[in-house]
């Protein structure tokens, strides 16, 4: 960062009078601040990193204060980072006017493979941060894990079941599973059971794994009773919602089984819930129904949810969640992204797999294609339709997807854009615009000019504040009635 561009975000800063996900300001103008390790953690945690804006006053309005010496400044804020682990290495620039000195301090992000970046002191668990809208908040211990587990390439769908025996599981289906990994590969057909058995995932140092039991058990929920989906079908656009009768729900399933019976189970309980519009074609008069989803859309995200989840003991109690409300359908699994894959690159990059055996043994058994070819049928199946992009969100170890129907789309009167320009989340409504001046729920309900203003912000909104683009002015009170809305600035 040059001078000019200090001056430039310290003008930004002033205007929006708010802080960022990107940028944290300080007043440092009596002495440096003695709490800093939150934020050079959770800047360091993030992709983008972040950028320390000292000499603004945020309890005055973000008044321009300036800092009390700079030289000092730098070096001590230099020492909060030789106490973090791994060391932080601020990038410092100052910058003078009038009377004043500012100084910004740029801290770049650690490399995945180091994460997460932690307070010595304090110890890994204790001692990191992660950034949310602008606030810098504890990570959880699975947060924790999830970048050990990919630093470690821990293998969880291998992990032993030690209740189960290689007798407890459905014997058939495991033959038929062998000949197909045996088909055209010959030399597989001379190895031992056993060994066949621990080369192909099935058993794992002799004992059962994670993997055989949810693809060949009778019934794997025995081992892992939340390893199910739990489907339901929600009267109205929100949870908690009654319809005329009383009832939260008009259907509600717990789904459980293998993988591919769950996959089945799945899709048969949103068949029998979504509704199928028929049209008469004028001119050769062929009946052709329209589903309210297209099932290929469907299949793949709820394949992605059983295949890409987490498996590990932290999760082992957190079902698939399947919701279908009155203009969506939602699906979300435990365990976000994996590795280095960001939403922007979805379906663009070739991501690490979280579950290899798993992934490997479904292709075999022909319920997937394994050429990462699943999100782009998502898209493309959506447009087939004419109904709105899908929406992929990965918020703090839960991936969902969100698939509109044509109600959604009817009720905007528009065909939806493409996607913003730095990422997956569609801004069809120009809000990133709009609310470059920071703006009230009701100011973008007003601008959006849409009868349902729960709809509204849900459909506009709130996907641009989850990933970010837009920040909170309130973060740690998302209902306050002071709560503002601000496009986020650029590095």
Do not use: W
């Not at 975000?9 to 939150?38: N, S, T």
């Not at 010595?120 to 970048?147: H, N």
């Not at 129904?289 to 299949?299: E, K, L, N, S, T």
Request: with cysteine; proline share 7%.
């Amino acid at each position: 960062m040059v001078e000019t561009e200090l001056k430039a975000l310290l003008e930004r800063i002033q205007i929006r009078k708010c802080e960022e996900q990107i940028v944290e300001v300080k007043a440092a103008h009596y002495g440096c601040p003695e709490k800093l390790y939150d934020t050079l953690s959770a800047f360091s945690n993030q992709d983008s990193g972040g950028t320390l804006v000292f000499g603004l006053d945020e309890g005055q309005n973000f008044k321009k204060v300036g800092v009390y010496d700079a030289q000092d400044l730098q070096k001590k804020v230099m020492e909060y980072g030789e106490q973090m682990t791994p060391v932080v290495r601020p990038v410092f620039t100052v910058y003078v006017e009038a009377d004043k000195v500012f100084v910004s301090a740029e801290i770049p992000p650690v490399d995945l493979t180091e994460r997460p970046c932690f307070k010595t002191a304090k110890g890994r668990l204790q001692g990191s941060y992660i950034r949310v809208g602008d606030a810098d908040k504890p990570m959880t211990e699975y947060e924790v894990y999830s970048y050990e587990a990919f630093r470690k390439k821990y293998r969880d769908d291998i992990r032993d079941v030690a209740e189960a025996s290689l007798a407890s599981l459905d014997q058939v289906k495991i033959e038929d599973y062998l000949l197909r990994r045996k088909k055209n590969r010959p030399h597989l057909e001379t190895v031992p059971p056993e060994q066949l058995y621990e080369l192909t995932g099935i058993l794992h140092n002799g004992s059962v794994t994670m993997a055989a039991v949810m693809l060949f058990s009778p019934y794997p929920q025995a081992y892992f009773p939340q390893l199910g989906i739990i489907a339901t079908c929600v009267p109205s656009t929100e949870m908690g919602v009654l319809d005329k009768t009383g009832r939260r729900f008009t259907d509600s399933k717990r789904i459980e089984g293998t993988l591919p019976e769950m996959l089945d189970g799945s899709l048969a309980f949103v068949r029998n819930n979504m509704r199928t519009a028929t049209v008469i074609d004028q001119k050769t008069g062929q009946r052709r129904d329209i589903p309210q989803y297209p099932m290929d859309a469907v299949r793949e995200a709820i394949l992605n949810a059983l295949v890409h989840r987490d498996y590990s003991i932290h999760t082992e109690g957190m079902p698939i969640q399947l919701v279908m409300y009155t203009d969506r359908l939602e699906i979300s699994n435990p365990g976000g992204l994996y590795g280095r894959l960001t939403i922007d690159q979805l379906g663009h990059a070739q991501p690490d797999t979280r579950n290899p055996v798993l992934v490997t043994a479904m292709e075999v058994l022909e319920q997937t294609e394994n050429r990462y070819s699943g999100i782009p049928r998502i898209r493309h199946a959506m447009q087939e339709l004419s109904l709105p992009e899908p929406i992929f969100s990965d918020r703090r170890g839960t991936f969902t997807v969100t698939l509109y129907n044509q109600a959604a789309a009817m009720e905007t009167h528009e065909t939806e854009s493409p996607a913003v320009q730095n990422g997956s989340i569609p801004d069809p409504k120009n809000l990133l615009e709009f609310c470059r001046q920071p703006r009230t729920r009701k100011e973008i309900i007003e601008y959006l000019a849409i009868s349902s203003a729960q709809y509204a912000l849900r459909r506009y909104l709130d996907p641009l504040v989850e990933s970010g683009m837009i920040c909170m002015t309130v973060p740690e009170k998302p209902k306050s009635p002071r709560q503002k809305y601000v496009t986020a600035s650029k590095k």
